[in-house]
Nanobody, 123 residues
Framework: QVQLVESGGGLVQAGASLRLSCAAS????????MGWFRQAPGKEREFVAT????????GYADSVKGRFTISRDNAQNTVYLQMNILKPEDTAVYYC????????????????WGQGTQVTVSS
């Protein structure tokens, strides 16, 4: 029902900014909760940020709060992750995810996933 494609990743130096985009398809896009997760080699996929499909309420992992901002543009069927003051520990593959219910911080709760986009932050 929903197809997701991430873009915007790259290789940057610590302190730089990147904006990730997730283009979504689907008739019920505006009602879906969206999330960003990331996974580094050898580690479990971890929560980064969520945004609801109702009032666009947001939530963030403590590690990115104050630096990252999630937003959505329903007219463009796109969700964004603005990442500022990037740190080497932010290096990971970033995934966009969607679910038809309320927001969740557990990756197991999401129904649809993009292919991921690599973000590498050098020191």
């Amino acid at each position: 029902q929903v197809q997701l494609v991430e873009s915007g990743g790259g290789l940057v130096q610590a302190g730089a900014s990147l904006r990730l985009s997730c283009a979504a398809s689907g008739r019920t896009w505006s009602s879906y909760a969206m999330g960003w997760f990331r996974q580094a080699p050898g580690k479990e996929r971890e929560f980064v940020a969520t945004i609801s499909g109702t009032n666009s309420a947001t939530g963030y992992a403590d590690s990115v709060k104050g630096r990252f901002t999630i937003s959505r543009d329903n007219a463009q069927n796109t969700v964004y992750l603005q990442m500022n003051i990037l740190k080497p520990e932010d290096t990971a593959v970033y995934y966009c995810a969607a679910r038809s219910k309320y927001t969740s911080r557990r990756y197991e709760d999401y129904d649809y996933w993009g292919q991921g986009t690599q973000v590498t932050v050098s020191s």
